[in-house]
Antibody, heavy 126, light 107 residues
Framework: QVQLVQSGAEVKKPGASVRVSCKTS????????IHWVRQATGQGLEWMGW????????GYAEKFQGRVTMTRSTSVSTAYMELRSLRSDDTAVYYC???????????????????WGQGALVTVSS | DIQMTQSPSSLSASVGDRVTITCRAS??????LSWFQQKPGEAPTLLIH???TLHSGVPSRFSGSGSRTDFTLTINGLQPEDLGTYYC?????????FGQGTHLEIK
Protein backbone atom coordinates (compact mmCIF):
# COMPACT_ATOMS: atom_id res chain seq x y z
CA GLN A 1 0.00 0.00 0.00
CA VAL A 2 1.14 3.53 -0.69
CA GLN A 3 2.75 5.25 2.29
CA LEU A 4 4.47 8.56 2.85
CA VAL A 5 6.32 8.63 6.17
CA GLN A 6 7.81 11.90 7.32
CA SER A 7 10.61 12.72 9.72
CA GLY A 8 9.88 13.80 13.26
CA ALA A 9 9.20 17.07 14.97
CA GLU A 10 11.89 19.74 15.01
CA VAL A 11 12.56 22.79 17.15
CA LYS A 12 14.66 25.48 15.54
CA LYS A 13 15.86 28.97 16.41
CA PRO A 14 15.02 31.96 14.21
CA GLY A 15 17.44 32.20 11.30
CA ALA A 16 18.18 28.48 11.25
CA SER A 17 17.27 25.94 8.57
CA VAL A 18 15.20 22.79 8.72
CA ARG A 19 15.04 19.77 6.45
CA VAL A 20 11.99 17.53 6.47
CA SER A 21 12.12 14.13 4.81
CA CYS A 22 9.30 12.13 3.23
CA LYS A 23 10.02 8.44 2.65
CA THR A 24 7.68 6.83 0.16
CA SER A 25 6.78 3.20 -0.43
CA UNK A 26 4.19 1.11 -2.21
CA UNK A 27 4.59 2.68 -5.64
CA UNK A 28 7.28 3.77 -8.08
CA UNK A 29 8.70 6.94 -6.55
CA UNK A 30 9.71 8.51 -9.85
CA UNK A 31 6.24 8.13 -11.39
CA UNK A 32 4.38 10.82 -9.41
CA UNK A 33 5.04 14.37 -8.30
CA ILE A 34 5.52 15.22 -4.64
CA HIS A 35 4.10 18.49 -3.33
CA TRP A 36 4.59 20.15 0.02
CA VAL A 37 1.80 21.85 1.99
CA ARG A 38 2.03 23.47 5.38
CA GLN A 39 -0.50 24.35 8.08
CA ALA A 40 0.04 26.72 10.96
CA THR A 41 -1.79 25.85 14.15
CA GLY A 42 -5.49 26.49 13.77
CA GLN A 43 -5.02 27.78 10.24
CA GLY A 44 -5.70 26.55 6.72
CA LEU A 45 -3.58 24.71 4.17
CA GLU A 46 -0.84 26.56 2.32
CA TRP A 47 0.84 25.17 -0.81
CA MET A 48 4.62 25.51 -0.86
CA GLY A 49 5.78 23.86 -4.05
CA TRP A 50 6.23 20.72 -6.12
CA UNK A 51 8.96 18.39 -7.29
CA UNK A 52 9.18 15.87 -10.09
CA UNK A 53 11.13 12.97 -8.54
CA UNK A 54 12.16 11.67 -11.94
CA UNK A 55 13.73 14.81 -13.38
CA UNK A 56 14.28 16.73 -10.14
CA UNK A 57 12.40 19.69 -11.60
CA UNK A 58 10.81 21.93 -9.00
CA GLY A 59 8.41 24.84 -8.71
CA TYR A 60 7.92 26.98 -5.64
CA ALA A 61 5.24 29.33 -4.36
CA GLU A 62 6.34 32.92 -4.80
CA LYS A 63 6.18 33.43 -1.04
CA PHE A 64 8.95 30.85 -0.49
CA GLN A 65 11.18 31.57 -3.48
CA GLY A 66 14.79 31.85 -2.36
CA ARG A 67 14.13 30.20 1.01
CA VAL A 68 12.97 26.72 0.07
CA THR A 69 14.61 23.84 -1.78
CA MET A 70 12.94 20.55 -2.66
CA THR A 71 15.15 17.61 -3.52
CA ARG A 72 15.01 13.86 -3.67
CA SER A 73 17.02 10.66 -3.41
CA THR A 74 15.70 8.11 -5.85
CA SER A 75 17.83 5.35 -4.31
CA VAL A 76 15.79 5.53 -1.10
CA SER A 77 12.52 6.85 -2.61
CA THR A 78 12.64 9.89 -0.37
CA ALA A 79 11.76 13.52 -0.94
CA TYR A 80 13.19 16.38 1.09
CA MET A 81 12.10 19.93 1.80
CA GLU A 82 14.58 22.43 3.23
CA LEU A 83 13.40 25.80 4.51
CA ARG A 84 16.02 28.40 5.43
CA SER A 85 16.08 31.65 7.39
CA LEU A 86 13.31 30.40 9.64
CA ARG A 87 11.01 32.87 11.36
CA SER A 88 8.46 32.38 14.09
CA ASP A 89 5.64 32.43 11.55
CA ASP A 90 7.16 29.37 9.87
CA THR A 91 5.97 27.36 12.88
CA ALA A 92 3.62 24.85 11.29
CA VAL A 93 2.98 21.24 10.40
CA TYR A 94 4.60 20.43 7.07
CA TYR A 95 3.01 17.75 4.87
CA CYS A 96 4.32 15.96 1.83
CA UNK A 97 1.64 14.77 -0.57
CA UNK A 98 1.56 12.62 -3.67
CA UNK A 99 0.03 14.38 -6.65
CA UNK A 100 -1.39 12.18 -9.39
CA UNK A 101 -3.05 12.86 -12.73
CA UNK A 102 -6.67 11.72 -12.96
CA UNK A 103 -8.69 12.62 -16.05
CA UNK A 104 -6.76 13.79 -19.08
CA UNK A 105 -8.12 15.57 -22.10
CA UNK A 106 -6.41 17.67 -24.77
CA UNK A 107 -3.09 17.50 -23.02
CA UNK A 108 -4.36 18.56 -19.60
CA UNK A 109 -5.17 16.39 -16.60
CA UNK A 110 -7.17 16.97 -13.50
CA UNK A 111 -5.06 16.05 -10.53
CA UNK A 112 -5.45 14.88 -6.96
CA UNK A 113 -3.47 14.74 -3.74
CA UNK A 114 -4.31 11.11 -3.06
CA UNK A 115 -1.83 10.28 -0.29
CA TRP A 116 -0.50 12.50 2.48
CA GLY A 117 2.35 12.11 4.90
CA GLN A 118 1.50 12.21 8.59
CA GLY A 119 2.97 15.69 8.93
CA ALA A 120 6.07 17.05 10.64
CA LEU A 121 5.74 19.82 13.23
CA VAL A 122 8.42 22.47 12.92
CA THR A 123 8.55 24.92 15.80
CA VAL A 124 10.59 28.09 15.44
CA SER A 125 11.33 29.70 18.77
CA SER A 126 14.16 31.54 20.45
CA ASP B 1 -3.42 33.59 -8.45
CA ILE B 2 -6.87 32.01 -8.46
CA GLN B 3 -8.68 32.66 -5.18
CA MET B 4 -10.95 30.03 -3.64
CA THR B 5 -13.71 31.15 -1.27
CA GLN B 6 -15.63 28.65 0.82
CA SER B 7 -18.88 29.16 2.65
CA PRO B 8 -19.89 28.87 5.33
CA SER B 9 -16.69 29.10 7.36
CA SER B 10 -18.32 26.96 10.03
CA LEU B 11 -21.55 25.09 10.56
CA SER B 12 -23.23 22.84 13.06
CA ALA B 13 -25.56 20.04 11.99
CA SER B 14 -27.27 16.99 13.42
CA VAL B 15 -26.69 13.35 12.63
CA GLY B 16 -28.76 12.45 9.59
CA ASP B 17 -28.85 15.99 8.19
CA ARG B 18 -27.97 16.94 4.66
CA VAL B 19 -25.00 19.32 4.69
CA THR B 20 -23.85 21.53 1.82
CA ILE B 21 -20.56 23.39 1.56
CA THR B 22 -19.85 25.70 -1.34
CA CYS B 23 -16.61 26.78 -2.96
CA ARG B 24 -16.27 29.63 -5.43
CA ALA B 25 -13.27 30.22 -7.69
CA SER B 26 -12.23 33.74 -8.71
CA UNK B 27 -12.01 32.59 -12.32
CA UNK B 28 -13.25 29.53 -14.28
CA UNK B 29 -11.43 26.32 -13.41
CA UNK B 30 -13.47 23.84 -15.46
CA UNK B 31 -13.73 20.69 -13.30
CA UNK B 32 -10.25 20.98 -11.75
CA LEU B 33 -11.44 20.86 -8.17
CA SER B 34 -10.77 18.58 -5.21
CA TRP B 35 -12.30 18.30 -1.75
CA PHE B 36 -10.43 17.21 1.38
CA GLN B 37 -11.52 16.29 4.89
CA GLN B 38 -9.32 16.94 7.89
CA LYS B 39 -10.26 15.38 11.20
CA PRO B 40 -8.86 16.94 14.38
CA GLY B 41 -5.20 16.11 14.86
CA GLU B 42 -4.89 14.26 11.55
CA ALA B 43 -3.57 14.94 8.08
CA PRO B 44 -6.12 15.85 5.43
CA THR B 45 -7.52 13.09 3.25
CA LEU B 46 -8.87 13.21 -0.28
CA LEU B 47 -12.64 12.92 -0.60
CA ILE B 48 -13.40 13.96 -4.15
CA HIS B 49 -11.35 14.87 -7.20
CA UNK B 50 -12.24 16.26 -10.60
CA UNK B 51 -15.27 17.97 -9.01
CA UNK B 52 -17.42 14.88 -8.61
CA THR B 53 -15.37 11.65 -8.55
CA LEU B 54 -15.29 9.96 -5.17
CA HIS B 55 -11.85 8.82 -4.06
CA SER B 56 -11.49 5.12 -3.35
CA GLY B 57 -13.01 4.12 -0.02
CA VAL B 58 -14.96 7.33 0.53
CA PRO B 59 -18.56 6.68 1.65
CA SER B 60 -21.23 7.31 -0.93
CA ARG B 61 -22.98 9.87 1.31
CA PHE B 62 -20.36 12.34 0.05
CA SER B 63 -20.89 13.89 -3.36
CA GLY B 64 -19.53 16.80 -5.34
CA SER B 65 -20.91 18.91 -8.15
CA GLY B 66 -20.36 22.15 -10.02
CA SER B 67 -18.38 23.61 -12.87
CA ARG B 68 -16.49 26.73 -13.93
CA THR B 69 -16.55 28.85 -10.76
CA ASP B 70 -19.15 27.35 -8.44
CA PHE B 71 -18.81 24.02 -6.68
CA THR B 72 -20.60 22.12 -3.94
CA LEU B 73 -19.74 19.36 -1.51
CA THR B 74 -22.80 17.57 -0.13
CA ILE B 75 -23.02 15.10 2.72
CA ASN B 76 -26.31 13.17 2.63
CA GLY B 77 -27.06 11.70 6.03
CA LEU B 78 -24.40 13.25 8.28
CA GLN B 79 -22.57 10.80 10.55
CA PRO B 80 -20.72 11.54 13.81
CA GLU B 81 -17.38 10.67 12.20
CA ASP B 82 -17.86 13.43 9.61
CA LEU B 83 -16.84 16.14 12.05
CA GLY B 84 -13.80 18.10 11.00
CA THR B 85 -12.71 20.75 8.54
CA TYR B 86 -13.35 20.55 4.81
CA TYR B 87 -11.19 22.22 2.18
CA CYS B 88 -11.61 22.71 -1.55
CA UNK B 89 -8.59 23.11 -3.82
CA UNK B 90 -8.26 24.09 -7.46
CA UNK B 91 -5.64 22.36 -9.60
CA UNK B 92 -6.35 24.29 -12.80
CA UNK B 93 -3.41 26.65 -12.44
CA UNK B 94 -0.29 26.88 -10.32
CA UNK B 95 -0.34 27.70 -7.44
CA UNK B 96 -2.99 25.11 -6.50
CA UNK B 97 -4.75 27.24 -3.92
CA PHE B 98 -6.96 25.88 -1.14
CA GLY B 99 -10.12 27.42 0.18
CA GLN B 100 -9.95 28.73 3.73
CA GLY B 101 -11.83 25.73 5.13
CA THR B 102 -15.26 24.95 6.55
CA HIS B 103 -15.38 23.70 10.12
CA LEU B 104 -18.17 21.17 10.61
CA GLU B 105 -19.53 20.44 14.09
CA ILE B 106 -21.99 17.75 15.04
CA LYS B 107 -24.82 18.99 17.27
Amino acid sequence: QVQLVQSGAEVKKPGASVRVSCKTSGYTFTDQEIHWVRQATGQGLEWMGWMNPDSGDTGYAEKFQGRVTMTRSTSVSTAYMELRSLRSDDTAVYYCVRDVPKYCSRGRCTRAYDYWGQGALVTVSS
Amino acid sequence: DIQMTQSPSSLSASVGDRVTITCRASQPISNFLSWFQQKPGEAPTLLIHSTSTLHSGVPSRFSGSGSRTDFTLTINGLQPEDLGTYYCQQNYRTPPVFGQGTHLEIK
